[in-house]
């Protein structure tokens, strides 16, 4: 287990490593920096100087050294428009993504697992295809394209929910249900195929010969087991969900992580860009590791690797 854990944990920094290399690579790939920061009425003076003063006139590797042992210490530099320092920054922002995102995970485990679980009692049955038909619509239809279908339908021609912010509870039921579209699919299908293979087991079977109640055979024992792998994959859902949040925060004014980076990107602020890129990264690592922890937890075949 400890070698389980060890192996893990330093794929997920490897990961984390390339995630930063590439972010970092491909800011400075974009163009001049320089040449952006000072504006485009600015004299080949005034670029030179703010290429000196933020150590872009330094070679590649060095760059990425000297900003890569400043965020290790916490120093993720100063934003370029905010007066606030980018941990602040990030700091004020990061709990409104983190709280978005576990709202649309909550909402599609809530939905999502009682309807994997009915549709697996009757495989091909009627249900079960209405069921796999959410599924296969959830993941065709694009975040963004929904929430603006959302914010026409519901706020601007019903007038029930606010279109934007993030002031109120009402700002995120349309976010939330967004999410949450975009999850259940993954949610329900997994929970479907663990369901119809543990239902397929001996154990229900002998289960079942000894005369429990159905209820019991589904809830405590099949859907125990089949619930392992969904355990497991709701941390990464929570990462994608955290990561994916630039689009629908932008869609829906949501001043969270995901806004500020499309702000920061708007406002050519590299080093929010940059820190937001690490964070990120960092998080969906972190969850990916506690996903295979869980996984390990629940599974004990993989302690033994």
């Known amino acids: 287990m400890v070698r389980y854990v060890a192996r893990q944990f330093l794929l997920s ?64 530099g100063r934003s370029l428009f905010f007066p606030e320092n980018v941990s602040t920054l990030i700091a004020q922002r990061l709990p409104i993504t983190l709280g978005l995102g576990a709202l649309g995970l909550g909402a599609a485990l809530l939905i999502g697992l009682p309807l994997g679980t009915l549709s697996a009692l009757r495989p091909n049955g009627l249900f079960d295809r209405a069921v796999l038909t959410i599924a296969v619509l959830g993941q065709a239809m694009p975040p963004f394209w929904l929430g603006l279908l959302l914010i026409i339908f519901f706020g601007l021609n019903l ?115 940059q820190a937001v890129v690490l964070v990120l990264g960092g998080f969906y690592c972190l969850l990916t590791f506690v996903s295979d922890m869980l996984h390990a937890f629940l599974d004990p075949r993989l302690r033994e690797q």
């Open 159 to 273: 007038g029930w929910l606010p279109v934007s912010g993030s002031s109120s509870w009402q700002n995120l039921v349309m976010p939330t249900a967004v999410l949450a579209i975009a999850t259940m699919p993954t949610i329900m299908r997994l929970t479907r195929s663990g369901m119809i293979d543990q239902l397929r087991a001996d154990y229900v079977r002998t289960a079942r010969a000894k005369g429990l109640k159905p209820l019991s055979v589904v809830v405590k024992h099949a859907l125990r087991n089949a619930l392992i792998p969904v355990v497991a994959i709701a941390a990464v859902q929570l990462g994608a969900l955290v990561g994916g949040s630039v689009v629908l925060e932008t869609v829906f004014g949501i001043q969270g992580l995901g806004y500020l980076a499309w702000e920061s990107i708007n406002r050519a602020d590299y080093p929010v860009v």
């Open 13 to 76: 920094l490897a990961v984390l490593v390339a995630v930063s290399i590439v972010g970092f690579v491909l800011l400075r790939a974009s163009g001049d920096l320089a040449q952006r920061v000072a504006g485009a009425e600015a004299t080949a003076a005034d670029v030179a100087r703010i290429r000196v003063s933020y150590g872009l006139d330094k070679s590649l590797p060095v760059q990425y050294l000297e900003w890569g042992q400043r965020a290790v210490s916490g120093d993720l």
